[in-house]
């Protein structure tokens, strides 16, 4: 591939991924586009029509005009603006380790000074001097102030594994409480990522089991999504079908094959103005197109010359999905937003499905990448919910990226700051309140600890506080922030 120049033509076959971006110069095909824009569906592709890298080729040998050097491709820039963004990144900016960095050399100071200046200038004997120094000394390490934040961390970390919520650090933990904004990608994020029987319209089949008989007769053969939910649909309403003649691919449109001495057609619209198929009734294209307009992708199936009916089909959208979304409202959120590339349509039906208002469709992953940072700008911190390869550089971008865990791909996974495993998208409420919790312990602990550490420095100093009572606080400050933070242990969700 890296030998290859601008104008070359490259042959893919069936079921190659493109090795390059292009434009079809010869034949046609459906290619899954899912890995770059996440359709759920795949995309007919015919000469003139532009292909990526990294798509898959399903049906038909296609000639591919070079476009872009290897080096150029969108797969390429996609694991470029990955390591940009995450370049981009603020270092973590740890107040403790700040704090503490210039605290401790002054204290040392201090204590040194307390013990020569009073002795020098008369003010007490050396005895006394060393002896505040030494309580001071006590009194200002730093040991509860140290301790509180990241036993705090480790708590909140070890809660959320055990909920099925894998964080990546300290940093990502506390800043999944700060979110404002949430945005998901669609398909295999807020949706099951597959596709499943949603209608079934009767034309001149007797039933529903013999419109689903007949289409799972050819579709058995066939590895297409639409396909395998068809026969899913039957199998589960327990309908068998025989083997049949191998069946005829018309790309694009559909296909064709033999059942009982008569041809089955099956396809879209196009596929019926084939010669020699069966004619559609005006009534019957107009339920069609209907169907087609509420986003779904219509299968029309015809045996002989009659035409039995339609299945409607759909990525549906995760049973958690509109619950989950409104414990993220409950909880403060500002703004949730769908970015998908897929079409708008089939994203504005999942967002009415769903409860989202604000879709952003027909997107590159470029394009969600530069979405991110104009949803930050607007609304405040924002996190990235996706889970394949065209989501990782909005993954990276955003202040928390999170990954699906069990159906993420790799580099979603390796981009993402925090995984929620089993593919369980209601663990996200969770996460944020968990978050928020953690935040504010964590704000207890450093009040709790700097209080403790303030009040015995003016004790010591002033002689005031003797040593057993100084080491009895500063030891029960470092128990009692400890304990604040194992608290996070019994957290189990938003009340």
């Not at 029987?197 to 419109?211: K, P, Q």
């Amino acid at each position: 591939v890296a030998q290859l120049q601008l104008g070359d033509t490259v042959m893919v076959r069936p079921g190659d991924r493109m090795p390059v971006d292009g434009t079809v110069e010869k034949g046609r095909s459906s290619v899954d586009q899912s890995p770059i824009t996440g359709e759920s569906a795949p995309v007919f592709k015919e000469p003139g029509d532009e292909v990526f890298a990294g798509t898959i080729n399903q049906e038909s040998s296609l000639e591919v005009k070079v476009e872009r050097l290897a080096a150029d491709s969108t797969l390429s820039r996609v694991v470029q603006m990955v390591s940009e963004a995450q370049e981009q990144k603020s270092p973590t900016q740890d107040f403790t380790q700040r704090f503490t960095s210039k605290f401790v050399p002054a204290v040392l100071v201090c204590t040194l000074l307390l013990i020569v200046v009073p002795p020098v200038l008369e003010l007490m004997p050396l005895r006394e001097s060393f002896y505040r120094a030494m309580l001071l000394l006590v009194a200002s390490s730093p040991c509860a102030l140290a301790l509180g934040t990241p036993a705090t961390v480790l708590a909140g970390i070890g809660q959320a594994a055990r909920n099925g919520v894998l964080i990546k650090g300290g940093l990502h933990l506390e800043n999944l409480g700060s979110l404002q904004v949430i945005a998901f990608d669609k398909t295999g994020t807020l949706t099951e990522g597959r596709f499943s029987v949603t209608d079934l319209i009767l034309e001149h089949a007797e039933s529903e089991e013999e419109l689903l008989r007949i289409c799972g007769v050819v579709e058995q053969q066939s590895n297409h999504p639409i396909a395998q939910a068809i026969v899913e649909t039957a199998q589960e309403r327990n309908i068998d079908f025989p083997q049949v003649e191998a069946l005829e691919n018309l790309p694009g449109k559909g296909v064709k094959s033999s059942y009982q001495e008569e041809l089955v057609w099956i396809g879209s619209r196009r596929l019926f103005e084939e010669p020699g198929a069966p004619k559609l009734s005006k009534e019957f294209e107009t339920r069609v197109k209907a169907l087609e307009e509420t986003g779904k992708s219509v299968v029309i199936t015809a045996w002989g010359e009659r035409v039995l009916g339609v299945v409607g089909l759909a990525d549906t959208p995760r049973e958690s999905t509109r619950e989950t979304l409104a414990a993220l409202s409950q909880l403060g959120m500002k703004h949730l937003v769908m970015l998908t590339g897929d079409n708008a349509r089939a994203a504005q039906l999942v967002a009415e499905q769903v409860g989202v208002s604000d879709v952003r469709a027909d997107l590159l992953p470029e394009d969600k990448w530069k979405a991110t940072a104009e949803l930050r700008k607007e609304f405040g911190p924002l996190a990235m919910v996706g889970d394949g390869v065209n989501d990782a550089p909005a993954l990276a971008a955003a202040d928390v990226g999170i990954a699906m865990g069990g159906a993420g791909t790799a580099v979603a996974l390796e981009t993402a700051d925090v995984a929620l495993m089993a593919d369980d998208l209601s663990r996200l409420p969770f996460a944020v309140g968990l978050s928020r919790k953690s935040r504010t312990i964590i704000r207890q602990n450093l009040a709790l600890s700097m209080g403790i550490i303030l009040m015995l420095i003016a004790t010591s100093v002033t002689g005031i506080g003797e040593l057993s009572w100084t080491v009895a606080f500063h030891e029960g400050s470092t128990l009692l922030v400890v304990g604040n933070a194992l608290r996070l242990l019994r957290y189990q969700g938003p009340a």
